[in-house]
């Protein structure tokens, strides 16, 4: 492993911070509801986070085996109280505080009555009871027609599938329904009493039409929906009218601060890390995972296993999105009963060609197959496969995800220059970026920073409330340079990933 010297470890990324007596106002506060946890943190000018000054809450989805993934939403709204109680009543922060933003995991709904009150969980992303309406729909309309559209395909994932399979199985809760929202439209509204969507945001349902930054009628009609009942579209310089200053006045260092409509969490870790021009591919790897390059121009065509999503009238986010990053190094250590196993370590050994061969599936695919039922698949396990050999297949089969949609990027993203991984599966299996570098054949620049996401939360609102701030840098933790020798082995393994996914997913 080729690795620059005297470089910090993972574990050192808490450092980048700054004393609030040296931050440069104006200070902003950005909140982050992810699939583990929500979390806040107050950031300066510079896109520094401001130490002392944040907050995290975990939660987790509930999961069940028919593809059922939600959360509370009333929970999130309580979580994000609790962040900005703790972190935002401070009297010394008085007047420095001119911006508060949110992003969330993408791909939320939930619906409200006309009380402004939930009437049904926050199904999230990776619920995929929807599949078999999502079937229905490819049927129907011309997928790839869909994506030179919204600039996303069919998915259950997305919006489309999902509003069908509600008036399927839960027609009371349609009619009921005044309207239906992301979960971050959901937390402001109560907390602000307004809400909008962030162009991220929704570009991430798959009903806006990435062209002109409206929601797509001809989208609405295929869901079953009116554009009555969505919220209006904000993109990321534009902040929240109509806040309720009395539900505010409750924070004293939010007095002054304006308050942005929700942003979808991948383009704020891409933004994080630096991912903000079109010669920087950043890998995303927590829960879930993907890879983005932030193009400032609207390509005319989009490869068929990725997603383009609109963000303002200039730019949009290119890439692909895995469902089982992170949750798949979970499910190993539970499953697998790995306790005092150090999956780094088992990353960092030798290939070896009795790895089993593994498509690391456990809640469905969306890049590059955008296969909803997909599931994992072990193959070529033997007598003499133990559990060690399991977790590297699991391994080797993500890093394969990444090199498929690392395979159609070449073709759209013509300008990247650097791969910048991050995210907490980087930090706490740094080693498994040797088999990712080894897989993609290229260096890859290994960037920790804690709270990265929030941290382009907070780069997004300083666009227009400190545009003559340099932000601040961050060095990388090191880089991953690719073992050439290891090059036929990997060859080897992504050919029978594609054999056994032609044979097991193609087509589902």
Known sequence: MAKHKDTPRPDDGVEFAVELKKAVDPLVMALDVGSTASRGSL??????????????????????????????????????????????????LAGRVRGVGLDTFASSLVGVNEDGDAIT??????????APQLAQLRKELDEREVQDIVGARLHTSYLAPRFRWLAETQPEIMEEAARWMSIGEYVWLKLLGTTAAGTATAAWTGLLNRRSGNWDQCMLKAAGITEDVLSPILDPDQPLPDVDPERTERWEALSDAQWYAPVADGLCANVGVGGDNQQTMVVSAATSGAMRVLLHHRPNDIPPGLWCYRIDSSRCLLGGALNDVGRAISWLETTLNLDGVDLDEIAAEAVSPSTPGVLPFLTGERSTG???????????????????GMARGML????????????????????????????????????????????????????VMKRSTARGTALLMLESLAPDVEPANHEPAGTYSPQYETREYYDGVHERFERVYDALVAGS
């Open 43 to 92: 950031h300066d000018a510079t896109g520094a986070p401001v130490r002392g000054y944040r907050h995290k809450v975990p939660h987790s989805f509930t999961t069940n085996s028919d593809g059922t993934s939600v959360i509370d939403p009333d929970q999130v709204v309580e979580e994000l109280t609790e962040i900005l109680d703790l972190v935002c009543d401070r009297p010394e």
């Open 121 to 130: 969980l926050c199904f999230t992303y990776a619920d995929s009871r929807c």
């Open 370 to 388: 955008w296969a909803g039922s997909a599931r994992t698949a072990f193959v070529d396990v033997s007598a003499s496969t133990d559990a060690t």
């Open 396 to 447: 080797e089969g993500i890093a394969a995800s990444y090199r498929r949609v690392a395979d159609e990027m070449e073709e759209a993203a013509k300008d990247v220059e650097k791969i910048v991984a991050a995210g907490s599966v980087t930090q706490g299996l740094p080693s498994w970026l040797q088999i990712l570098g080894d897989y993609l054949g290229k260096p890859v620049i290994h960037q």
